[in-house]
T-cell receptor, first 115, second 111 residues
Framework: EAQVTQNPRYLITVTGKKLTVTCSQN?????MSWYRQDPGLGLRQIYY???????DKGDVPEGYKVSRKEKRNFPLILESPSPNQTSLYFC??????????????FGPGTRLTVL | QKEVEQNSGPLSVPEGAIASLNCTYS??????FFWYRQYSGKSPELIMS????GDKEDGRFTAQLNKASQYVSLLIRDSQPSDSATYLC???????????FGPGTSLSVIP
């Protein structure tokens, strides 16, 4: 089954404790992206990657890191989480990201709470 | 001005009625427009995409695009309680590879 998976689905942590949220897709997509969703603010892009070893900042990259060492994986790293990073996080992928007709497929989401 | 705006909602319609969801965008050069449906606590799923002016129909859903006026709308005919969700408008920019999402409109279909 073609899908985007994220782990963990739910995470409660404390300020300053490093964490990683994994994202994996099995569709051979080149483009992958991380979003956070907050009430009233919609989906905001954190980072995206056009291909292996190619990443770039989105609208809200502060406090986050990513890496793209393999085509299928795009982990999101919070080196020192803070309470304002409490949010619902989505990973998404699409075939190339460049075509105007390219559409994104979303993972199930990770609900993160930072105390 | 936000890059993508949607009617604030929540929008309530009776079952069987037409639900109309509106979206405006600020970048006149935008090329691609998407409507996603998101059930509470779930991930967005694509309903419709539209790229040229006019109407595009898919079952009970019709997307309408007017680039001159910079708006895109989604009509849901014969609304069902299962259509109750938040609808996200998304716009793809031409200058770089990025999709901008609106804040969403919550729709409630009353049986």
């Amino acid at each position: 089954e073609a899908q985007v998976t994220q782990n963990p689905r739910y995470l409660i942590t404390v300020t300053g404790k490093k964490l990683t949220v994994t994202c994996s897709q099995n569709m051979n997509h080149e483009y992958m992206s991380w979003y956070r969703q907050d009430p009233g603010l919609g989906l905001r892009q954190i980072y995206y990657s056009m291909n292996v070893e190619v990443t770039d900042k989105g609208d809200v990259p502060e406090g986050y890191k990513v890496s793209r060492k393999e085509k299928r994986n795009f982990p999101l790293i919070l080196e020192s989480p803070s309470p304002n990073q409490t949010s619902l996080y989505f990973c998404a992928s699409s075939f190339s990201g460049r075509a105007s007709t390219d559409t994104q497929y979303f993972g199930p989401g990770t609900r993160l709470t930072v105390l | 001005q936000k890059e993508v705006e949607q009617n604030s909602g929540p929008l309530s319609v009776p079952e069987g009625a037409i639900a109309s969801l509106n979206c405006t965008y600020s970048d006149r050069g935008s090329q691609s427009f998407f409507w996603y449906r998101q059930y509470s606590g779930k991930s967005p799923e694509l309903i419709m995409s539209i790229y040229s002016n006019g109407d595009k129909e898919d079952g009970r859903f019709t997307a309408q695009l007017n680039k001159a006026s910079q708006y895109v709308s989604l009509l849901i005919r014969d609304s069902q309680p299962s259509d109750s969700a938040t609808y996200l408008c998304a716009v793809k920019k031409t200058s770089y590879d990025k999709v901008i999402f609106g804040p969403g409109t919550s729709l409630s279909v009353i049986p």
